[in-house]
């Protein structure tokens, strides 16, 4: 595992590497940028670049970290990728409920295949799982992910791409907005982050807001009408 510069976690597990786009929020995708570059350097993890690859010798790695942290499993992919097997989903969801003394964070864009597992597996306590949410072409991903038994459901509005002035935040437990950064960034409108900023406090979820984005993430910052939101789920 990788200490992580990503505000809300700790550390970054990737059993599984690459991923394919299946919405807007992945066109200037920031793992598909960084697996290329690891590709140019000659890092044997991505000798596949962005293609999904299953790394086996990774799987038991959280259980011989002893410090409890709070781990993004899979920051180079998405563990529910079409390509990977249920039988390797359950192998890691073993190692992660076998860590019990972390937490784990399993964030989707195919909240679907995660229902469809959670039927047949339990999810950990210790574990989880949110589905991205980045304009309204994909609100039916909440709807989803709420079927999903677990003890905590989050959502990242990350990057925020459009009004989400219609979501239901009933039965989800985390909320985390940002815009996107990087040269290509797309802009983010102050009334997206209030709407849902808004809706976090009508509904009592945690709002963490992450960053306005753009090309320099220093300048934009992280205040939102001169407050921060750094919210967590209660551990």
């Known amino acids: 595992m990788n200490n992580s510069k990503i505000e809300w976690t700790d550390k970054t597990w990737n059993p599984i590497t690459g991923c394919t786009q299946v919405s ?3 066109k200037n ?3 598909k940028k960084m697996a290329r570059r690891l590709h140019a350097m000659g890092n044997p993890r991505y000798i596949n670049e962005f293609n999904v690859t299953v790394h086996e010798d990774l799987f038991e790695v959280p259980l011989h970290i002893k410090k409890p942290s709070i781990v993004f499993v899979c920051s180079m992919s998405d563990l529910f990728h079409e390509e990977v097997s249920f039988e ?3 192998k890691i969801f073993d190692t992660m409920k076998q860590a019990n003394w972390h937490i ?3 964030l989707t ?3 679907e295949r995660l229902l469809e597992f959670s039927k047949e597996y339990k999810i950990p306590k210790n574990v989880w799982v949110g589905t991205s949410v980045e304009n309204s072409n994909v609100l039916n991903r909440v709807n989803i992910l709420k079927e999903v038994q677990a003890n ?6 990350e990057p925020l791409l459009g009004s989400l002035c219609e979501i239901d935040l009933e039965n989800i437990h985390w909320v985390v907005v940002g815009g996107e950064s990087g040269s290509n960034a ?3 409108e102050k009334k997206w982050i209030i709407e849902l900023r808004d809706e976090c406090k009508r509904y009592n979820v945690p709002f963490f807001f992450k960053q306005w984005g753009g090309w320099n993430k220093k300048k934009n910052g992280h205040e939102l009408d001169g407050k921060i939101y750094k919210e967590m789920p209660k551990i």
């Open 29 to 31: 995708c920031y793992a």
């Open 152 to 157: 905590i459901r989050f959502l990242s509005c």
């Open 88 to 90: 390797i989903i359950e």
């Open 24 to 26: 807007a929020g992945c």
């Open 186 to 188: 797309r802009p983010v």
């Open 109 to 111: 864009k195919r909240p």
């Open 104 to 106: 784990f964070q399993v």
